[in-house]
């Protein structure tokens, strides 16, 4: 296994950049996920470093090599794609032993190297099928059999999981991330989707139109978003927003909203009388109760999971959204007063967007 | 919606003139080839033959050379069949996997030389055969209809390899294939029921052409199965048992490819219609 250094890497597509001097340090055995919303950057920069994509500037290096113009086949790379990429015409087994063939490795060594692939993922009932006569998530299994078998130094997969149905997606989540605690390899995943993203990744790259927003593992990003964007991308719902000035009076805090709304910031929080913040709350940190000071809200719509209630509100012309666990009934219309948790609260500059 | 019985009894009535149109001319071809030289003139025509006789496939296999003609026409036929397909797997991939400058100019330049009808091209084939020696030679023959077959080769290969994920090619890139590995292990096989169909169709026109081999070859030991044909157009006689039975024999290769592989053909043409 080896670690992945992307150190400044440009890229461009004509006079067009669409990476803007990326850097990210991958240690070895570690899985990190880039994550973004479509036409981040994110995809073209896991096939930078697969070799599929050529570096405009900078340079990477898997395993201390730079492998700027090492060709894709000589990185010792392995790569699952999101359409799983296999050989239709080939069975599950010559799928898997493909690149093992082209090595020339004997063929004893080849069999055994499939068969115990294929027992780690559960194939082994399904080498002599065809891939039109497997399942979304067997064939997304071969793929990462295909990736296996070379044991290669650095493992990439690309959005594969956005192909399967919600709950297949869940199963191979689990897998993906027991099989890289069992093979230790070092592992750079991509997807849009910020929960796989937070359930699976040693570190999380957020990256938004060819930037780095920020780096870290899931709950620092989670807890400390540097910026609006990360704010508002991690999490599910997302983090509730409101635009005002901070407010100081003795030993309290607060932010008073231009529709005249207050909202309870804990007294050390930073930022001066005055200043012009972006003012987050997770929906998961608003209660029905508290002793600080709430948002009184009108109900729109109430969702429930079983598990847990969902609540869309309205704060005086601004929708909020309010996770409580466990089961509450609210009818359309109905007042409520939500309560922002204080040592939950997140404060932006509204200029720079940053956290201050 | 169901179909009343005069509609099903009208479609019926038009697909069996169709059926008629069609196979009369094949039908009449083998009749004829088995009746003598004079009830085949005779007036009256005769359906069936009077006189059963297979005299006319022994002259002309026996003592015409259509041994000899069969051989030369297979020769070129399969030559030009697979140097069209083999040429229009490299350039049909080339087009479809890469962008390089003054791609769709050449592609376009390919698409318009059908445009341009073979009579047009006959007289700058044989000035240029002549010259580099291949005149009255089979790779000359070869060389001219692969030129024309071509095209259409390179067209198809690349409206086919375009159905194909790019992403097959890359994973077989990080498997470590190399771009021919890639190409034939990979690429081509998916690619099986179009390159089939291309195939034939290139073997076919070569099969049936008349023009370029009567331009391009004039001793009679090259000549080609169609060529043979004319011949036995004399000046003063038509010898029309013999045609006919000379064109039995020259169906037969194409009748029988087509019945092996229409299965392929069908799908390869199908494929054609509804991807990209």
Redesign the interface.
């Known amino acids: 296994m080896a670690t992945v250094d992307v150190r400044n890497v440009r890229k461009s597509f004509g006079d067009h950049e669409v990476i803007h001097g990326i850097s990210a340090f991958i240690e070895d055995r570690e899985f990190v996920i880039l994550v973004g919303p479509s036409g981040c950057g994110k995809s073209t920069l896991l096939r930078m470093i697969?070799?599929?994509e050529d570096i405009t500037a900078g340079e990477i290096a898997i395993g201390g090599r730079v492998v700027n113009d090492v060709?894709?086949?000589e990185r010792d790379?392995?790569?699952v794609?999101?359409?799983y990429?296999?050989?239709?015409?080939m069975t599950v087994y010559r799928n898997m032993a493909?690149?093992l063939r082209?090595?020339g490795m004997d063929r004893d060594e080849i069999d055994r190297r499939v068969k115990r692939a294929a027992e780690i993922l559960n194939l082994s009932d399904l080498l002599q099928r065809q891939p039109r006569q497997l399942s979304g998530g067997q064939r997304q299994r071969v793929a990462m059999g295909?990736a296996i078998v070379?044991n290669p130094q650095v493992f990439l997969f690309d959005e594969p999981l956005s192909n399967l149905d919600a709950k297949l997606r869940v199963q191979m989540r689990s897998e993906i991330k027991d099989l890289h605690q069992r093979l230790g390899a070092t592992t750079v995943y991509v997807t849009h989707d910020q929960l796989e993203a937070m359930t699976m990744a040693d570190r999380i790259v957020v990256m938004s139109e060819g930037y780095v927003e920020q780096m870290g593992s899931p709950l620092e990003l989670y807890d400390q978003p540097v910026n609006t964007f990360v704010a508002g991308f991690l999490g599910s719902p997302a983090m509730n927003f409101f635009e005002g000035r901070i407010g100081r009076e003795d030993a309290r805090a607060w932010v008073d909203t231009a529709d005249g709304t207050s909202l309870p910031l804990p007294a050390s929080a930073p930022g001066n009388e005055g200043q012009t913040v972006i003012y987050g709350v997770r929906p998961e940190h608003i209660g029905l109760s508290g002793e600080t000071l709430a948002m009184e809200a009108g109900v729109v719509v109430m969702e429930t999971t079983g598990s847990a209630t969902q609540l869309l509100a309205d704060v005086a012309g601004t929708r909020v959204v309010a996770a409580f666990n466990g089961r509450h009934v609210f009818r359309p219309g109905e007042r409520v007063s939500l309560h922002p948790e204080l040592e939950h609260v997140h404060l932006f500059d509204a200029e720079t967007r940053q956290r201050l | 919606m169901r179909k009343s019985k005069q509609v099903w009894i009208f479609i019926y009535a038009a697909l069996g003139v169709m059926f008629v149109y069609n196979l009369l001319p094949f039908f009449w071809m083998v009749i004829s080839s088995f009746k003598t030289e004079l009830e085949v003139i005779s007036y009256p025509a005769t359906l069936l033959p009077n006189e059963f006789t297979t005299g006319a496939y022994e002259k002309i296999w026996l003592q015409e050379g259509f041994l000899l003609y069969f051989k030369n026409s297979l020769i070129v036929s399969l030559s030009t069949a697979a140097l069209s397909s083999l040429v229009g797997i490299f350039a049909g991939y080339g087009f479809s996997r890469f962008r390089f400058p003054g791609r769709l100019t050449l592609m376009t330049a390919f698409l318009a030389t059908q445009m341009i009808p073979g009579v047009l091209l006959v007289g700058p084939y044989f000035k240029m055969l002549t010259i580099a020696g291949l005149y009255n030679t089979l790779f000359g023959l070869i060389l001219a209809q692969t030129s024309i077959t071509l095209p259409f080769s390179v067209w198809m290969m690349k409206g086919y390899m375009d159905t194909v994920p790019i992403e097959i090619d890359q994973a077989a890139e990080v498997d470590g294939a190399s771009r021919l590995q890639t190409m034939f292990l990979c690429i081509v096989p998916l690619v099986l029921p179009g390159l089939v169909a291309t195939t034939i169709f290139a073997f076919l026109l070569s099969w049936g052409d008349l023009l370029w081999a009567l331009c391009l070859i004039s001793e009679q030991s090259k000549q080609t199965i169609t060529l043979g044909i004319t011949q036995l157009v004399g000046q003063f006689r038509v010898q029309w048992s013999e045609i006919m039975a000379a064109t039995v024999i020259a169906s037969i290769i194409p009748a029988t490819l087509y019945l092996i592989l229409q299965r392929y053909l069908v799908q390869g043409f199908a494929e054609a219609a509804v991807k990209e």
């Not at chain 1, 990429?85 to 015409?89: C, M, S, V």
């Open positions: 697969a070799g599929l060709r894709a086949k790379i392995a790569m794609f999101q359409n990429a296999l050989y239709p015409h493909f690149s082209l090595k295909r070379r």
